[in-house]
């Protein structure tokens, strides 16, 4: 199984970015996917979560609004919109999956992770 994120960068306040998780050797479909991030200094946070067939979203309340994650099975990716950026956005974002049709929020559930992209906000 390998997952890989991209589209991270550098974004001034108030910008926007578009994360892409594309996840192979898996079958996508019977996967909850998360995105969490980690910032220096911190413990890893869940920032949102998408169930398996895209019936369901979770996300923490400092993103809601902002940030919109949505999932393309038939190609194997999971995107997470993110709008009006924050300084306090600035992380790493990683994506994970979760052998379960609904999201779950705890790490210690995700089975398979990326290796992470940075997301920088700052002017």
């Known amino acids: 199984v390998k997952i890989m994120e991209s589209g991270g960068g550098l974004v001034q306040p108030g910008g926007s970015l578009r994360l892409s998780c594309v996840v192979s050797?898996?079958?996508?479909?019977?996967?909850?996917i998360g995105w969490f991030r980690q910032a220096p200094g911190k413990e890893r946070e869940a920032v949102t979560c998408?169930?398996?067939?895209?019936?369901?979203?979770l996300y923490v309340d400092s993103v809601r609004g902002r940030f919109a994650i949505s999932r393309d099975n038939a190609k194997n990716t999971v995107y997470l919109q993110m709008n009006s950026l924050k300084p306090e956005d600035t992380a790493v974002y990683y994506c994970?999956?979760?052998?379960?049709?609904?999201?779950?929020?705890?790490?210690?559930?995700?089975?398979?992770w990326g290796q992470g992209t940075q997301v920088t906000v700052s002017s």
């Open positions: 994970a999956a979760a052998p379960y049709y609904d999201c779950v929020e705890d790490p210690s559930e995700y089975d398979h």
């Open positions: 050797g898996l079958t996508l479909g019977y996967y909850a």
């Open positions: 998408i169930s398996h067939n895209d019936g369901g979203t």
